[in-house]
């Protein structure tokens, strides 16, 4: 082994994927003998812009701030059990260097699930999946079990993870995601052992044994299925149909450091404070969309600090989707499909078929906001009362809290949102659940919401915890002709949210709105 220890992240290059497909065009390459091929590109050093910008013709002349970037990859084959492997070392911003498409998703990641130490975990990054999918990343001061991490196994995409390995040969701490990442004793002249032991572990199924649900999202390989999957998307986005179709970051940024983005890297490109999936097919030109063109596409994040590059990724990658075929569900997320393991699709939509559906009448939708209908709602349902706004200041900080938007005469608290293409039902399902709780629980937040209750449904006595079986929580989803589909993972949300309150008691129920005219897909403050 190398006497100094070396931070290395390591890719495996899919089997199939030719030497000369795995590089962009156009980078230097030379030959190391008896190690592998080794590409960059020249580094120049430049003056930062915002040394210039801010001081302008003022500049400090005793400074000369310089900055360069220097990304490098290193090819090398080895020969396991018959089969040539093909590896990528990324040096610097390598990783810019490789073409999309050509590394095996999750090999980082399995590898640590395999070779960790039990209950050593110390940092996650995960996705949300949902109709606003949310990176996130939580890290903790000293190594713990899974649970620590309040992970979502039925909606958490886990993209890496770092735990503590307990073969000393890939160092102490270890990173996996689609790369591996150590800081190992290993240089050029030896790097070829440590790759043989990232295939054993990578190509092992023991983490399944406690990390099975990892495969509960699994990423789709089938070219034929692909393909299938693919078309369905061009034909959405060609027509016009952006149902379930989302565009989002596909990686974790620092919000803090991103000024914009742009749809396309030339200096004319459309700016946008946030990605939208409308916006982006306009900046298309009216041109047919394949996927070519997704991929050429380049989404750029614009830094506040010096309005440099901060990052940048195709607009395939940006796409969210989901869609059915042949009765299964997928997802596209980060420029990767994935399957819904059967036994969980299956689970969820049973679990949401068994939701009743609510002993309420209301009036369809044909108003100019969810304020307007809900009050007219309100005067169509006797011994009701309008809670819609009625915000209530709890939890510490600027929290605010809405009890419901419709409490009727026999104790149904009723949750009222337009479907739409945003966070919005989402947003519907967590405010039940949280009002709900905090009702049961909390008699501070009781007398908060007595001061804003009308006479008639006040309650005796605030202080008193009520019983939750004198109430029924309806979920009142506004849009089409009442027979509103929800996306996948809304269902998985409304789900969790129905286990939350049913805990305490509540009964719960969904209710289908039909809107008379066409629903507006924009937000409703």
């Known amino acids: 082994m190398a006497d100094t220890t070396n931070k290395l992240s390591i890719y495996l290059i899919k089997t199939g994927i030719e030497d000369a497909k795995v590089i962009k065009e156009g980078v230097l390459s ?19 812009s915002w040394f210039r910008k801010f001081f302008g013709a003022a500049t400090p002349s005793p400074f000369q701030l310089l900055s ?65 999918p949310k990176q996130s990343r939580e890290q903790t001061s000293r190594e713990s079990a899974v649970g620590g991490f309040g992970i979502d196994i039925e909606q958490d995409l886990v993209r890496s993870v770092t735990a503590r390995s307990k073969d000393k040969r890939f160092g102490k701490m270890i990173t996996g995601r689609d790369s591996l990442t150590v800081s190992a004793k290993f240089d050029a002249q030896d790097i070829g052992d440590l790759l043989d032991l990232m295939v054993t572990q990578y190509d092992s199924k023991s983490y399944q044994t406690d990390y099975d649900w990892i495969d509960q999202i699994a990423d789709v390989r089938d070219p034929t299925r692909r393909t299938a999957l693919i078309d369905d998307l061009l034909l959405r986005l060609n027509g016009g149909n952006f149902e379930n179709i989302w565009m989002a970051a596909p990686d974790i940024i620092d919000w803090v450091d ?47 600090k010096d309005d440099s590059v901060a990052d940048q990724w195709n607009a395939y990658r940006c796409i969210y989707a989901e869609t059915s075929i042949d009765g299964r569900v997928y997802i596209l997320n ?28 209301l009036p369809n939708y044909e108003h100019d906001g969810e304020g307007e209908y809900n009050e007219a709602a309100v ?15 709890h939890g510490g900080g600027k929290s605010k809290i809405e009890f419901c938007d419709i409490l009727t005469a026999d104790g149904k608290l009723v949750h009222v949102k337009r479907k739409s293409g945003s966070s919005q039902l989402s947003h519907l399902f967590a405010q039940g659940a949280v009002a709900g709780e905090l009702f049961v629980g909390d008699a501070q937040f009781r007398e908060k919401l007595n001061e ?40 998985v949300t409304l ?18 709105v039909a809107a008379n005219e066409p629903v507006n897909e924009g937000e409703d403050g």
């Open 495 to 512: 789900r969790n949210a129905r286990r939350r309150l049913m805990s305490y008691g509540y009964k719960v129920s969904k209710l289908f």
């Open 30 to 48: 030379s030959e190391i003998d008896g190690i592998g091929t080794f590409f960059g590109a020249d580094s120049h050093a430049v003056a930062p």
């Open 334 to 361: 980060d420029g990767r499909w994935y399957e819904i393991a059967k036994t969980f699709a299956d689970q969820v939509e049973a679990d949401y078929a068994a939701i009743p559906n609510a002993d309420l009448e």
């Open 68 to 132: 360069a970037s220097a990304k490098g990859v290193l090819l090398l084959k080895r020969t396991f059990a018959g089969q040539e492997r093909l590896f990528a070392i990324v040096f610097g911003t390598g990783r810019f260097l490789l073409n999309d498409g050509v590394v095996e998703e999750r090999f980082g990641l399995k590898i640590v699930l395999n070779t960790m130490v039990e209950d050593s975990f110390r940092s996650f990054d995960r996705t949300t999946l949902g109709s606003a």
């Open 452 to 491: 804003k209750l009308p006479e008639a449904h006040k309650l005796a006595d605030a202080s008193v915890q009520p019983d939750p079986k004198q109430y029924e929580v309806v979920f009142a989803v506004v849009g089409g002709n009442g027979n509103v589909g929800l996306p996948f993972f809304s269902k």
């Open 379 to 393: 005067a169509a349902t006797a011994g009701a009362c309008c809670m819609d706004r009625k915000l209530i200041q």
């Open 258 to 304: 991103i000024k914009e983005f742009k749809y396309g890297a030339g200096k004319k490109a459309p700016h946008t404070a946030d990605l939208d999936i409308e916006e982006f097919v306009v900046s298309m030109g009216g041109d047919e969309i394949d996927l070519d063109a997704l991929r050429a596409k380049i989404i750029v994040a614009i830094s506040s």
